[in-house]
């Protein structure tokens, strides 16, 4: 289920400081591939997409399994119009790779926020890096 995403070393975008919040978050298309960095404890990366119709969005985050345990990464899917968190990203380990999935269920077409967060980093802790493709499925 979760193989359908390139390697993470074909990386295509890199987030754009400052997206700290949803007002600064950076778009993302479909198909696309982003990578960024959470520098903190109080870092979110946030990230947007548009869409147009009903259908699934799926996010697959790739990261190590110690560093999701340990930093306690998390991503959250918010429905811009109204704030509400829709769906939250959980664990997965398949063949080898490990990281948070999302999938969720779109019923009302517009704007869809996701952030990225890790509540264990502190300012002498160093950086994590991260990187997730996003696609949406719409309805036939």
């Known amino acids: 289920q979760y193989d359908n995403r390139p390697d ?11 997206n700290d919040t949803s007002a600064t978050a950076d778009y993302v298309a479909i198909g696309d591939t982003m990578y960024g960095e959470l520098s903190n404890g109080s870092d979110i990366d946030w990230f947007y997409m548009a869409c147009n119709t009903p259908g699934t969005i799926k996010i697959v985050l790739v990261s190590d399994t110690a560093i999701l345990n340990t930093y306690e990464i998390m991503m959250s899917l918010l429905r811009d119009d109204t704030g509400n968190t829709v769906a939250n990203g959980e664990v997965f380990s398949q063949n080898g790779v490990s ?4 999938e969720c269920r779109v019923d009302f077409p517009g704007y869809y926020s996701l952030a990225i967060a890790s509540n264990k980093l ?3 802790g160093g950086s994590r890096m991260s990187s997730f493709y ?6 036939k």
């Not at 990281?99 to 999302?102: E, I, K, M, R, Y």
């Open 8 to 18: 993470a070393g074909e990386w295509v975008r890199a987030e754009k400081e400052s």
């Open 99 to 102: 990281g948070l999935a999302l």
């Open 122 to 124: 502190n300012a002498n």
């Open 134 to 139: 996003y696609y949406f499925v719409p309805d």
